[in-house]
């Protein structure tokens, strides 16, 4: 079951207000009458603290997908940060379960849809890919 939660200016880190269940239509939707203007405006004046983010959430896959609009111009463009529990070998060749997040700096609002969806559908297999070469091109653009 898909969820999502709210993180807004002021907030710690890790603090949220979970929305309820949610899919692909009623995300977006979110995404679109989320107040980024004013959350930006109030993050300017107070200069601390996370950026405003919407997080879909898949709790039985574990894994999150973080929003954050960033500067418009014209439109926003995006900044995502997608997390996940992967298993990695310890020592002795045990599997340990751990957070790997990532993130990407800068994506258009036809990107994010995509992003959502492949998430939304559960192919986080093709997801993943797609996130990979976002990061890719990030670290080729900083280049």
């Known amino acids: ?17 979970p929305q309820g269940a949610t899919d692909l239509i ?16 109030e993050w300017d004046e107070q200069q601390d ?19 954050t609009a960033l500067g418009y111009q ?5 900044q995502l940060q997608a997390v996940s529990m ?8 045990k599997g340990k379960l751990e957070r790997n997040a990532e993130v990407v700096n800068e994506c258009t609002r036809g990107e994010l ?7 939304c559908d559960g192919q986080y297999e093709v997801f993943d890919r797609e996130v990979a070469r976002f990061v890719q091109r990030d670290r080729e653009r900083d280049a």
């Open 113 to 119: 849809d995509r992003l959502c969806e492949l998430f």
């Open 26 to 41: 009623a995300f977006v939707t979110a995404i679109d009458g989320f107040p980024w203007k004013e959350q930006h405006e």
């Open 49 to 67: 603290g996370p950026l405003p983010a919407l997080v879909l959430q898949n709790e039985p896959a574990q894994r999150e997908l973080w929003v």
């Open 1 to 17: 079951m898909l969820t999502y939660a709210i993180q807004k200016v002021g907030y710690d880190y890790q603090q949220t207000d």
């Open 86 to 93: 992967q298993m990695h070998k310890g020592f002795f060749g």
């Open 74 to 78: 014209g439109s926003w463009s995006y």
